[in-house]
């Protein structure tokens, strides 16, 4: 293998597919980058078994050639110190060059490095699972989905299925839900084209989600998303993106959803949140980031925190509309600013039916998003 390679070309790709290299993986080969050379251009592959991103490099772009293909070839370059040093290269230009024994050459500027790579034959088969159900959804849409449901997911590897987002797909709506048995998101949106497809209970890791977020590019884009048995691909513009589905049954979460509420709230999302951050400063003091919300006589609300050591905090904010019964209710101040913090919509209702039922959040815009948080038991 011998090749000429514009150094930002080659940079972009290895930033893409590192994102698959696992540090604690216990198979040598996983822990490097494998690179593949045609006289059409260069790929690149990463893979920690879950997931597993290729980027391709064509030989020319717009006219402009990027790749400059001697030789084709294949080798597995340490992605530790592969990643790191095409950074530090002094030219916009890098030759590299595959010798026997994997010996791999590389030189920019006034700089020459040699790598001990690795047997290609080793990597594993990226999985094909082309020809299964396919949809496309804009890339700003996918990133703002997993944005506003990514942060309910469960930390504890103890019920792995939680660590994930569920995904169902019916009627050309787009579902995703993720809870942590403390808290529940969900967001849907409908897709345009997808009526005739249909899966449900494809749970994707939201680390991994959270990663695939990264790579989407900024400007308008189609993602489209291939959903097989056990793995989905995701193919943005010269990128493919594959990952494992993970095992089990996500739970039933419909049920904790009331469809009937007994108080009724509507404010500026803003104000909330800037109230309940001031409460918080407080309440995290106690370690358990308990605030009070007390609807008042005037139509307003309080809201309120104390500490055993600094003191206490109480606000009354006003309200948009008040639909329903008097409430007061405590909840953990920390899960309802993650939520805050995510919404786009300028104002919220806040929907109760009792001081130990759930408390719903509905932005008042187009996002179709919902957001369950379940009270604190207090004694006063």
Do not use: C
């Amino acid at each position: 293998m011998k090749i000429s390679i514009l150094k930002n070309e080659l940079n972009e790709s290895i930033q893409h597919v590192s994102k698959a290299i696992s540090s604690r993986t216990t198979i040598p080969i996983l822990t490097g980058i494998k690179l593949e050379v045609s006289y059409q251009g260069v790929t690149l592959t990463a893979s920690d078994t879950d997931i597993s991103i290729q980027s391709f490099i064509p030989a020319e772009n717009d006219s402009e050639q990027i790749v400059k293909v001697e030789q084709p070839g294949s080798v597995v370059l340490p992605a530790k110190f592969f990643v790191e040093i095409i950074k530090k290269l002094p030219s916009k230009e890098i030759h590299m060059e595959v010798k026997d024994g994997f010996q791999t050459y590389i030189s920019s500027g006034a700089t020459e490095i040699q790598m001990v790579g690795l047997d290609p034959e080793e990597f594993p088969v990226l999985p094909n699972i082309e020809g299964n159900e396919t949809i496309s959804i804009p890339g700003d849409l996918l990133k703002n989905m997993i944005k506003q449901t990514a942060f309910s997911i469960s930390t504890q590897e103890t019920t792995p299925i939680l660590t994930g987002i569920l995904w169902n797909l019916s009627d050309g709506e787009f579902k995703f839900t993720a809870t942590d048995r403390h808290r529940l998101a969900t967001r849907a949106a409908r897709l345009e084209g997808t009526e005739e497809v249909r899966f449900a209970n494809v749970v994707i890791a939201g680390k991994t989600l959270n990663e695939l977020s990264k790579i989407i590019p900024d400007q308008n884009m189609l993602v489209d998303i291939v959903v097989a048995d056990n793995q989905v691909l995701f193919k943005l513009d010269r990128v493919l993106f594959y990952t494992r589905i993970l095992d089990g049954v996500y739970p039933d979460t419909s049920r904790i959803i009331p469809s009937v509420y007994k108080t009724e709230l509507t404010l500026e999302t803003k104000k909330l949140s800037e109230s309940i951050d001031r409460a918080y400063l407080l309440s995290r003091e106690e370690k358990t980031n308990i605030v009070r919300l007390q609807t008042l006589e005037n139509g307003g609300i309080e809201i309120s925190s104390s500490s055993s050591e600094l003191g206490k905090v109480r606000e009354e904010l006003d309200v948009l509309d008040f639909k329903g019964e008097p409430l007061k209710i405590s909840f953990n101040s920390k899960y309802m600013l993650d939520v805050l913090k995510i919404v786009d919509s300028e104002q919220l209702t806040i929907a109760f039916t009792g001081m130990m039922s759930p408390i719903i959040l509905k932005p008042l815009d187009e996002s179709k998003a919902l957001y369950v948080i379940l009270p604190y038991r207090t004694t006063n």
